[in-house]
């Protein structure tokens, strides 16, 4: 196995426009894996055949980490020079038209660090394929739009792997001999490589079974390390959950007899919807109240949802190629927002899918590595993962959704899915399946998937008598490659609130149309204008409504009007915007102004005690209210980040409101105080608003007392996290015990002490990066966990702004240590970790130059990876 070989060979850049189908198809494969302990072999048997005229030779695609044992076609073995084989190909010169192929390939899974293709985690076999990990199997055509069916036969040691797994439906199995056994698996429909599966191993299994509509069986089964089995409870229910909504929401069936979903614990990403055998970071599986925080629930349920509605968005119909990532991911990452809108509540989470769109796809569609919804180019398709792709991406099909309505969309789901089942298709396709069925034009539209920025909008208003007239305009900033934008098409949501906090509904001329909770605006040019009537004196625009296009904006509205809103808007999104805007607009001038900050403006006080006493109030939504945004929001609003400034500012600013109202904070603390757990929504809301109280009175006068007896008297993971990650932002005297207490109480689960790593991480205190890099050497971390790695390296250099900026640059330094590191083992990983290198455009002076230091440090190391080296060299750029 020669792996330098392949080193040397930078890949190139691979084009949207250059797509052609493949030349050669394969129709079905039937793959046998003859596991090992220190070694695999692969037998792969396809159906080749051609499909482009001519005479060209059979390309596969292959990798540098296996061994090919020998090559056969028709049952006839091929010598050395029938054949070229490269680092990362396998050419075969002459081959008839239509033939069988036999490929026998060796792998050593046990020492795959990269985690891509056949590994090892937790003892057990388990397969990565998406994007190409298949082609670390075997040598194959290993691209989306050949689609195969295929038998799976795994032979492994009985008491090793008790259990072997694959793709479909089972089929035979039973002993080979004394030691060793086999199972087979047929899938009956065709796929593409990167949703193969494989699992061999010891795990316990927690079964169930669903009926669907049409009364199909599904025996459902999670399998997990057996000692974990008590925490797969939640994720069962959410698959049962997904499995009844996705009938009734988007008329989608389930279509093999069983659902298998595995819990691994090294994962490069969240999970993989595999066909009928989902392979999750166990992150996402395993939970119970003790372990796991409300949020840890909701996001289990949201990624069981998310690979389960993949089996139609994604594998019944998947995609031509890997620019077209966003039709399965914005697809499905949108049907799971839906879901878990259903489950819990639609007004928070939308909250939560703003915060998580600016908070990184705004920055990234800023920065140098922005790019469209459906990328261009690429070097390495998995540095495509992006929040762009996925969130974004969900974003436009929310705009559609928006536009065309709920069942008009429902219509255009339907004939998508219809037209399109069993093909590999482009994102084009579904926006036509869109417009054919409402009869709908979405040509300007189609826009978002091609320009990448996040456009900017500004409103202003022009009163006459009562009618007022709005004033929208739109521009988009440049992007790398993208110097000039057209205007975008998007639903601009807006309402009306009357002076006494009534909702109005004034006449609208011409472009916007009334629906229940709002005005829906048509915007298609750079400058529009939409006149209201009958508009009385005192009345306030609630504008972009549940954020209703993925935009920044700004307007005329007065902090008055922003105060009045944030008492008295009915839409969620607007209301909780107009309170944060109060609280950024007043950093803002802070950080730049230079002027002290020694008081709040009464309206901001008067505004935060109006919410602190609004009874009427879903109290998770009071919760996100009282949230002050984010240092990385507002550093975004900032000319220049100024993170030291700006962090003091914010911590002034909660100083000050626990000073004007920590009385009713305290009451309202312990009114919510619970006799014994629950886990219904309005406990997890009344959860959710103590912490967030917590969090301010942790600032006062018995601060520490209060907090630590929150600590001690915790009965789950939610509490007691949150007394925690205050504890360990504090100087409080019982810091250390209680970080020590939590390491000896959670030592044995990784899941738990992942959290103990990242609360660290995120500590704003000064000695926060030492600390960090100090914990690398602790006896519980590993680069080699992908878990471990981002909840130490990614929570301190993705969310802790402050600190990864301090001023000496060693948090830079850090991180490119870090990606050197990871890099050597696996690069997938090293490459998310780039990112906030390259932002050294929002920074001046000797910041700008040392974060500009540590990139080129990595890229002038020789041992670099393609992976990152795409990402350094975009950010220098
Ligand atoms: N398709 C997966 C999802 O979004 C993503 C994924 C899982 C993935 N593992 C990966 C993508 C590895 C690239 C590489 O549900
Ligand atoms: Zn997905």
Not at 346 to 369: I, N
Not at 689 to 711: I, P, S
């Amino acid at each position: 196995m020669d792996v330098s070989a392949a080193a040397s060979v930078p890949k190139s850049e691979i084009y949207l426009a250059d797509y052609r189908p493949p030349a050669f198809a394969i129709d079905h494969v039937q793959l046998t894996f003859r596991l090992f302990d220190d070694f695999a072999e692969v037998e792969a048997v396809s159906d080749v055949r051609r499909q482009e005229k001519g005479t060209a030779p059979l390309m596969l695609d292959g990798g540098p980490y296996m061994d090919l044992v020998s090559v056969a076609v028709d049952g006839e073995a091929l010598t050395g020079n029938a054949y070229t084989l490269g680092s990362d190909s396998l050419t075969l010169h002459d081959v008839p038209d239509q033939f069988s192929l036999r490929i026998v390939t060796r792998l050593k899974p046990q020492e795959n660090t990269r985690l891509e293709g056949l590994y090892h985690s937790g003892g057990n076999f388990c397969t990565q394929c998406e994007a190409e990990g298949f082609r670390h199997i075997t040598y194959f055509v290993d691209r989306p739009d050949n689609l195969a069916r295929y038998s799976v036969r795994i032979e492994a040691n009985k008491a090793r792997c008790p259990v072997l797994l694959s793709n479909g439906n089972p089929g035979d199995a039973g002993d080979l001999n004394e030691r060793r056994h086999f199972a087979e698996w047929h899938d009956p429909f065709p796929k593409p490589s990167y949703l193969f599966a494989l699992v061999a191993g010891k795990l316990g299994v927690l079964s169930d079974s669903f009926t669907t509509e049409s009364g199909r069986d599904v025996a459902l089964n999670i399998y997990a390390a057996p000692a974990d089995l008590d925490k797969c409870g939640y994720a069962m229910q959410s698959l049962k959950r997904s499995m009844k909504w996705d009938e009734e929401a988007f008329g989608r069936e389930y279509d093999l007899d069983v659902y298998n979903i595995v819990a691994v614990g090294d994962f490069n990403m969240g999970a993989m919807e595999n066909k009928g055998l989902n392979i999750f970071n166990s992150k996402y599986v395993l939970a119970s109240p003790d372990t796991a925080t409300d949020t840890d629930f909701d996001r289990i349920e949201g990624i069981i949802g998310h690979e389960y509605f993949h089996n139609w968005s994604g594998n019944r119909v998947t995609c031509r190629d890997w620019f077209q990532l966003s039709l399965k991911e914005g697809l499905t990452v949108f049907r799971d927002q839906q879901f878990s809108s259903d489950m819990t509540s639609r007004a928070v989470k939308r909250l939560d899918d703003v915060r998580l769109l600016r908070m990184l796809q705004f920055p990234e569609d800023a920065g140098p590595l922005a790019h469209p919804v459906r990328p261009e180019k690429y070097i390495e398709i998995n540095n495509f993962y992006t929040v762009t792709v996925y969130n974004k991406g969900a974003e436009v099909i929310r705009m559609m959704h928006r536009l065309l309505g709920a069942d008009g969309f429902r219509a255009g789901t339907d004939l998508y899915f219809d037209r399109h089942d069993g093909q590999a298709v482009t994102c084009e396709d579904f926006v036509k399946a869109m417009e054919d069925a409402n009869g709908a034009d979405l040509g300007q539209f189609r826009l978002w998937y091609s320009q990448a920025g996040t456009p900017k909008l500004t409103v202003e208003r022009m009163r006459d008598g009562n009618q007022v007239t709005l004033t929208i305009t739109q521009s988009c900033p440049p992007t790398p490659g993208q110097a000039e934008k057209l205007p975008f098409h998007m639903p601009f949501m807006v309402g009306w609130v009357g002076a006494d906090g009534a909702e109005i509904r004034p006449t609208i001329a011409a472009d916007g149309t009334w629906h229940e909770d709002g005005c829906l605006l048509d915007l298609r040019q750079e400058r529009q204008q939409f006149v209201f009537e009958g508009v009385p004196e005192g009345a306030v625009p609630s504008l972009l409504r549940d954020f209703s296009c993925p935009v920044l904006m700004t307007s005329d509205l007065t902090e008055a009007e922003f105060a009045f809103l944030s008492g008295a808007d009915t839409d969620a999104f607007a209301r909780w915007e107009a309170t944060q805007t109060l609280v950024s607009n007043l950093l803002v001038r802070v950080v730049e102004g230079d002027e002290p900050l020694t008081s709040l403006p009464s309206h901001l006080t008067d505004a935060y005690g109006a919410v602190l006493t609004d009874e009427n109030t879903d109290p998770a939504l009071i919760a996100e209210l009282l949230m002050l945004p984010s240092e990385i929001d507002v550093g975004q609003k900032l000319k220049v980040l100024e993170a030291e400034k700006l962090h003091k500012a914010r911590e002034t600013v909660l100083h000050l409101l626990v000073k004007a109202h920590g009385g009713v904070m305290r009451s309202r603390y312990e009114a919510l105080a619970s006799d014994g757990f629950f886990q219904d929504q309005d406990a997890k809301a009344a959860r959710k608003l103590r912490n967030v109280l917590l969090g301010y009175l942790a600032l006062g006068e018995d601060g520490e007392a209060l907090v630590k007896t929150h600590y001690d008297g915790a009965d789950n993971m939610t509490d007691q996290m949150a007394a925690l990650s205050l504890v360990t932002d504090s100087d409080f005297a019982c810091r250390k015990v209680v970080l020590d207490d939590f390491y000896a109480q959670w030592k044995d689960n990784t899941l738990v002490i992942d959290k103990w790593f990242a609360v660290q991480a995120n500590s704003k205190r000064e000695d926060t990066v030492e600390v960090v890099r100090a914990l690398t050497n602790h006896e519980a971390f590993t680069i080699k966990n992908p878990n471990r790695l981002r909840s130490l390296v990614s929570s301190f250099s993705m969310l802790n702004q402050v600190r990864f900026h301090s001023e000496d640059g060693a948090g830079y330094r850090f991180l490119a240590d870090m990606i050197e590191a990871v890099d050597a083992i696996n690069p997938q990983m090293a490459a998310k970790l780039v990112a906030p290198l390259g932002r050294w455009r929002r920074l001046e002076g000797r910041a700008r130059d040392m974060m500009q230091e540590s990139l080129r440090k990595i890229a002038g190391n020789a041992a670099t990876s393609d992976d990152v080296r795409e990402l350094v060299e975009k950010s220098l750029t």
